[in-house]
């Protein structure tokens, strides 16, 4: 077969016909014959399909309309154009065709320039068909690998940020700056995290920290809360902004009580390792939530005196011998029975003096 040249199936039971439809083609086509409908149908069906089908209705065993009908029926031939070539010439007899998906229909006796104007018209048709169902699959590929694509970046933003704070940033954009807002703050920290580290392979010591960070994250988000930052050993969590809780001080202070009873667990379960203790300082007030960095990297995170109040009341754990502290502001009312008073500390660069608490 040239390469250039469409291929054409004339399907009819009568050797005269073909030979007709044979010298009025062979010049600009190449010619597959096919004296049956079933023939037809393998021949339309095969790894070289012809480009076009010029259908007799008038055949034994399987009629042209037959033919038809399960070519369009078949997704691997139905846009191959059938042209029906036959004496029916009746208008019921044409209607049925084009009803079946027929493309065109030439009646007997036929008129060589008309067959091949037809011809011409329907290979043109297909192509620019063919062309059209090729742009919108590659479109529709593209559009696929892009949704992808945002997908996959939206998924590694969820896991260097809460997942919340992503949708959040995505939605508001660059205007999350200067937002001031009450809230919650817990930071903890491993105790004597570096000898540790010193004497253990960096892997295990990541799966260790992956592992407690894993657990401690899940009771900071069951009480509403998410993780801001994680500074090596340690972490900041924030608790009613910028996400709205009716009382983000309890949900602080429970997320807290819920880590602890993690250490326990995580300590029975290292049973041949020596147990690892943490410090938390838990403080509450206003901070300004917002994106924070250079031109060219940012990050989301919370800012102000509560947080600097938060850091230092969880480096006064070791001082005091607990594993929280939490300042007044932290109460609502009178302190839950489960509190027990520190009395007042003065905190490095503040002037006034915070009551603290532990439970």
């Avoid at 600097?308 to 007044?328: F, G, K, M, Y």
């Amino acid at each position: 077969m040239e390469p250039d040249k469409k291929s054409v199936l004339i399907v009819d039971d009568t050797q005269e016909n073909i030979e007709v439809l044979k010298s009025i083609l062979h010049e600009e086509y190449v010619i597959k014959v096919a004296k049956s409908g079933a023939l037809a149908l393998k021949i339309a069906a095969s790894p070289k399909p012809p480009d076009l089908i010029l259908l007799d209705v008038m055949m034994p065993e399987m009629d042209g309309y037959e033919v038809c009908r399960q070519l369009k029926a078949n997704p691997q031939t139905r846009d191959i154009p059938i042209i029906f070539v036959t004496a029916k010439s009746e208008i019921d007899d044409e209607t049925n065709g084009f009803l079946l998906g027929a493309a065109d229909y030439i009646t007997k006796p036929i008129s060589p320039p008309i067959v091949l104007a037809r011809i011409k018209t329907h290979l043109a048709l297909k192509a620019s068909a063919d062309f059209l169902r090729n742009q919108n699959d590659y479109l529709e590929a593209e559009v696929n690998r892009r949704v992808a694509q945002i997908e996959k970046i939206e998924d590694i933003f969820g896991k260097v940020v809460d997942p919340r704070i992503r949708d959040h940033l995505l939605h508001k954009g660059m205007q999350m700056s200067g937002d001031v807002a009450e809230g919650a703050v817990l930071f903890c920290d491993i105790r004597h995290f570096t000898a540790y580290a010193e004497s253990r392979d960096p892997h295990q010591v990541i799966h260790f920290l992956n592992t407690f960070f894993g657990e401690a994250a899940a009771c900071i988000e069951r009480e509403g809360g998410f993780i801001n930052k994680y500074l090596g050993d340690a972490f900041m969590a924030v608790f009613g902004t910028p996400f709205e809780l009716e009382d983000c001080r309890a949900a602080a202070l429970r997320a807290a009580q819920a880590i602890r009873h993690v250490v326990t667990e995580l300590n029975a379960r290292r049973s041949n390792e020596a147990p690892f203790a943490i410090a938390m300082g838990l403080h509450a007030g206003p901070m300004v939530a917002g994106l924070v960095g250079s031109a060219h990297r940012m990050e989301f995170t919370l800012i102000g005196d509560t947080v600097n109040t938060a850091s230092r009341l969880e480096s006064l754990c070791r001082e005091h011998h607990v594993d929280i502290i939490l300042s007044a502001a932290m109460l609502r009312g009178t302190p839950p029975a489960c509190l027990r008073p520190l009395g007042l500390t003065t905190l490095r660069g503040r002037q006034q003096a915070l009551e603290i608490y532990t439970c």
